[in-house]
C-alpha cells in the first residue's frame, strides 16, 4: 500500500510527531512508498510532492523529527469546495493521487484539516473511489470533539504552565506592588489559559485569576477581585485566554483600539491585545501598576519544552491512522480515548470525521469557578497528566536541532 | 568568619547560581553564618534578613537552587547616596552589620548593585571598618566592563537564540511572504540582540537582519534591505533590540507613540514596541504582511532553558568572591576572565568595583557588519561559548521545581 500524508493549520510542537507515526507505521506495516504533500492540499495542487521514504532514511532522523516543532512538511489554510461531481479541484486531486498510485490519503490537523477529510471521503465515496481518507488530530487548541483531547495540546500546556511559573516568580523579585496580565493563546475556548492553573504546586501558587472565553467578562466584578487581591498580596497575576469576551460578545483585544486611536503612520493604531486591554483599564481604574505580557507564538512552536505524554499520543494518533486505512477505513479519525484519569491511561479509537469537522469543544462550565475567574480541581485531574514527562531535545552548538525538509 | 549576600536588579536564570556558589565556598571555608538580605539594601533596612545556614540543610535545596531563576532573595532598586560621614543610611547599614557581627557583604547584582559596592567599600574605608564589600556580576544585558561577560548573559542568550529557531520555523510554516519581527532586550547594548544570531546553524539560517542600540537606525536602507529580502525568500526574520534609536538619537519604541493615539480608556496609548514599530513601518511603506512578537520578560527568567556554562560560571563568580573577602579584599568583583576561545576556558579574577559602577560596555563596532544590520563571525566567536551545555529541571508534575524563600 502507498500513502500520502499531509499537516495542515497552525504549527504545534509534536505535529512532527504524528508525521514520525505515520511514517514509522506505515513502513513497519509493509508499505513501499510513503509520500509528503508540501504544505498539505495546497502544495499538492502544485506538485509539491515529497519521499519520506527516501528522506526518512535513518532512526536518527525519526528522534530529531519527533523532536521538531513546526510543520516538517509545510502547512496551509486551505479549504476545499463541496465535495460536487465533476468540482475541477477534486478531478485534480483523485488524478494526483492516481499518478502517485495512493492508497491512503492522511492528514494531520485541527477542524478545517478534519473538514477537509470528510469532504475527500465523500467525494471519493460517491465517485466509487478505492482510497481511503483517514485524519490525524493536532491543534494546541484543544478544541476538537470526539477525542478526549487533541496532540499539541499537552505540550502548549506544558510551554504555559512553566513560562507561568517564571513569570510569576519573575515577578514576585521585587517588594513592590504589580499586577501581571499573561495573555493565552485560544480564540474560542479557554483550554489553554486554563492551563496556566497547572504552575500551581508546592513552590508557586499559580495565577490568581484565570479569564475564560466560555465566561462573559464582568469590568466591575474584575476590578473588584482585583482590587480585593492587590490589597492582600505585593504581585497579582492574571491568565487571560486571548478570547475573552464582554456580555455583548465583543472580543476585548478589539474594544483596546475604540479610542480612535492613530499610529506613527496615520493608521488606526492596533493597540491590539487582552492582556493590554486589562492592564490599562486595571491601571486606569485601579491607579495601580500593571504590564501585559504575550505569550505569542511561542506557544505553538516550542518544541524545546514538549511533553512527553504528548509527543507519544501523537506519534500514537499517527500510527492508528495508518492501521485504520490498513483496514479499509476512511472518512474517521483516529481519536484519544481517556481509559482511565488514576492511573493515566490513554488509547486511540476511531470516530466519523464528519462529527468532527466545523465543530468546537470548549472548557466544560462546571470545570470554571463559579465566579468564572479561575478553573477547578477537574480541570487540573484532566489537563494535568497530559503534561508528564519530556523529551530532551539533542543540542548542537547550544541550540536544539531539528530536521528540515 | 560570617557573610552577608544580597541580590540586587533585574532576576537572570542564574542569579541564584552565584548565591550557591557564595554559599557553599563560605560554608567550605568554615563560615559559621551566612546571612542572605531580602530585597537586598532595602530589605535590609527594613530587618529583612534570612538565615541561609538554616535554610540550605540539604545538597537538594542546593541543587534546586542552581535551577531556580529569579532572585531567591527577592531583589530591589536601590541606589545608595553618595558615601558621606555621618550618613543615616550608612550608619544604619554599619549598626546592622554589626549587629548580625558580619565580617564580609557580597552583592550580586550589575551597576547598580557594584555602586552600591563601590559606595560601600568606601564608606567602609573611610570610618575605619574591617567589612569586606565584594560583587559579583549578574545582569542578561552583558553591559558590564572589566569583565569578559556576565553571569546571566549566557542564559538569555541560549534562550534568544532557541526561542528565535523555533520562531522561524513557525514562521516557515506557511507558503505565504511574512516579514516578522522579533524585539528583544537590551536597551542600551545589543549584547542579546546579537544572540539571536547563535539560531543560525546547518538546519536554520538565522535572522535575516539584526537591528542593535550601536547602529543608529536608518529607515531608507532599512526598507531597501528588507524589500529585498522578502522579494528573495517567503519568510524574512528580523530581530530588533528595544533600544534601537534613530539618528537623532530616539527611541524607536518612543516614535510608535507619536500619531497622539488614545486608548479605550481616552489615556495616550502606550504604542509601546519597537518590534511593532518596525512592523508598522514595513507594513505601511512596503505593503507586505509584518508581525510582531516581544520575546518580553521571559528572556531574563527562562531558567528552564539556562546554559550550563552561565551556570557554572554565575557559581564560580560568587565563590570567586568569597575567597577574595577571605583574603580581605574589599572594593573589587570577581570578574570572568576568558583564557582562550578554543578551547573554551575561563577563569575569574579580581577588579576594581569602582571602575565597574555606573560604566556600560556595548557591541564593539567591528563584530557588526558593515551595513550595521547583523553580527559578524567575531562576535559568535565570542558568544557561542556562553551557550554551551545545559542543566536539567527537575520536574514534577511535568513543570520545574523551583527553590522558594
Chains 1, 2 share one sequence.
Not at 509493509?30 to 502544485?46: S, Y
Not at 509539491?48 to 513546526?70: C, G, M, W
Request: negative net charge.
Amino acid at each position: 500500500m502507498n500513502f500520502m500524508v499531509g499537516q495542515s493549520g497552525g504549527p504545534t510542537a509534536v505535529i512532527n510527531s504524528s508525521l514520525a507515526g505515520v511514517f514509522e507505521t506505515a513502513r513497519s506495516s509493509g508499505a513501499v512508498r510513503v509520500l509528503g504533500m508540501q504544505h498539505g492540499i495546497e502544495g499538492l495542487l502544485k506538485g509539491q510532492v515529497a519521499d519520506l521514504t527516501r528522506l526518512f532514511d535513518s532512526d536518527l532522523k525519526i528522534e530529531l523529527l519527533k523532536r521538531t516543532p513546526s510543520s516538517y512538511l509545510g502547512s496551509c489554510r486551505y479549504k476545499l469546495p463541496a465535495p460536487v461531481a465533476g468540482d475541477e479541484v477534486y478531478e485534480t486531486l483523485f488524478e494526483l493521487f492516481a499518478r502517485y498510485q495512493v492508497d491512503a490519503v492522511l492528514y494531520i490537523g485541527g477542524n478545517d484539516s478534519m473538514d477537509t477529510i470528510a469532504k475527500l471521503s465523500a467525494y471519493g465515496e460517491a465517485i466509487g473511489s478505492p482510497i481511503r481518507f483517514v485524519g490525524v488530530p493536532k491543534t494546541i487548541d484543544n478544541d476538537l470533539v470526539c477525542t478526549d483531547h487533541t496532540p499539541g495540546f499537552g505540550s502548549a500546556a506544558k510551554y504555559i504552565a512553566t513560562i507561568m511559573k517564571e513569570v510569576i516568580r519573575d515577578s514576585n523579585a521585587y517588594d513592590l506592588r504589580s499586577v501581571t496580565v499573561a495573555e493565552i493563546m485560544g480564540r474560542h475556548a479557554g483550554w489553554l489559559a486554563g492551563a496556566a492553573s497547572l504552575s500551581k504546586g508546592d513552590d508557586c501558587d499559580g495565577p490568581d485569576l484565570i479569564l475564560l472565553p466560555e465566561v462573559p467578562f464582568d469590568p466591575k466584578l474584575f476590578l473588584r477581585r482585583v482590587d480585593r487581591l492587590q490589597k492582600q498580596k505585593e504581585s497579582v497575576i492574571i491568565a487571560a485566554s486571548e478570547g475573552v469576551k464582554d456580555r455583548q460578545g465583543r472580543f476585548l483585544c478589539d474594544l483596546a483600539g475604540e479610542g480612535g486611536a492613530l499610529d506613527a503612520f496615520g493608521h488606526k493604531a492596533m493597540l491590539s491585545g487582552t492582556s493590554r486591554y486589562l492592564a490599562g483599564l486595571i491601571q486606569s481604574e485601579l491607579g495601580c501598576k500593571s504590564r501585559a505580557i504575550e505569550l505569542s507564538t511561542l506557544q505553538r512552536c516550542a518544541g524545546h519544552l514538549a511533553s512527553r505524554t504528548d509527543i507519544s499520543e501523537a506519534y500514537r494518533a499517527g500510527g492508528a491512522a495508518v492501521m485504520a486505512a490498513l483496514e479499509g477505513r476512511t472518512g474517521c479519525m483516529a481519536a484519544l480515548k481517556r481509559l482511565s484519569d488514576q492511573p493515566y491511561l490513554c488509547g486511540t479509537e476511531l470516530v466519523d470525521v464528519h462529527q468532527v469537522a466545523n465543530a468546537e469543544k470548549t472548557v466544560p462550565l462546571e470545570w470554571i469557578e463559579p465566579d468564572g475567574m479561575h478553573v477547578n480541581a477537574a480541570f487540573e485531574a484532566y489537563a494535568r497528566p497530559l503534561i508528564q514527562g519530556e523529551l530532551t531535545p539533542m543540542f548542537v552548538n547550544g541550540v536544539p536541532r531539528h530536521i528540515t525538509l
